[in-house]
């Protein structure tokens, strides 16, 4: 199953990129599993999507819970919280 | 309603006209214009996903306040101090409901909407963090009942 990447802000000048086109591992079905296959990537992803590290995250444009299930093709976003207005 | 994420400045009196006079029954407009503090900073959002998280800020006010119009204009990319950020203005027929859809959307608009600032201090630019009592801002809102008007 590929799903589309996207980093912004903080988060994005950390990883150093926009995003990717990723092709998920089997099992990883949640944005919870997501994130914890990212920071197993090590490096800047490992720091990036620590535990304790502030990210949100937003599935096809809309804000969801690490709870939040994926499905192919699906616009993922991962961002640090928002400081607008 | 009318929402805009743009670079160009706004003209807070252009937009309050325009609401006012939309309606007949229109009596009253809100309205909260953001401005740089202190720094310049650069603003970054989510195309797309901007727009369409102030529109349903915007439909919950309207869910529990009367709600006639509104405007949420919110700029990006590079600004000075002294400059305006951002302007949400309501249009209700009565004080009460403009006010708090007012104040409501604001509120939401720094939890839920994708911008983020990157202040340019002297010792270097760094993102700015988000603060909790935005979140406890909005959170007030919860269950909060329709206020009298």
Known sequence: MKVKLLFFAGLREQLGTLGEEIELPGGVSTVAALRLHLESRGGAYEKAFSEKALVRAAINQDMVQPTARLKAGDEVAFFPPVTGG | ?149
Request: some cysteine; glycine content about 6%; overall charge neutral.
């Open chain 2, 1 to 149: 309603m009318k929402v805009s994420v743009q670079r160009e400045d706004f003209d807070l009196s252009a937009e309050v006209k325009a609401l006012a006079g939309g309606s007949r029954s229109i009596g009253a407009v809100a309205s909260f214009v953001g401005v740089v503090r202190e720094v310049a900073m650069t603003l970054e959002h989510y195309p797309g996903m901007t727009e369409s998280a102030i529109r349903k800020i915007v439909e919950d006010a309207a869910a529990r306040w009367q709600v006639m119009d509104c405007t949420v204009i919110h700029r990006t990319g590079e600004l000075k101090a002294g400059e305006q950020i951002v302007l949400v203005a309501v249009a209700s027929a009565h004080r009460g409901d403009a006010f708090a859809a007012c104040e409501f959307v604001m509120d939401y608009l720094k939890t839920r909407a994708p911008f983020w600032k990157k202040e340019h201090r002297p010792e270097g630019a760094r993102w700015v963090e988000a603060r909790a009592s935005d979140d406890d801002a909005a959170q007030r809102w919860q269950g909060a009942a329709k206020k009298a008007v």
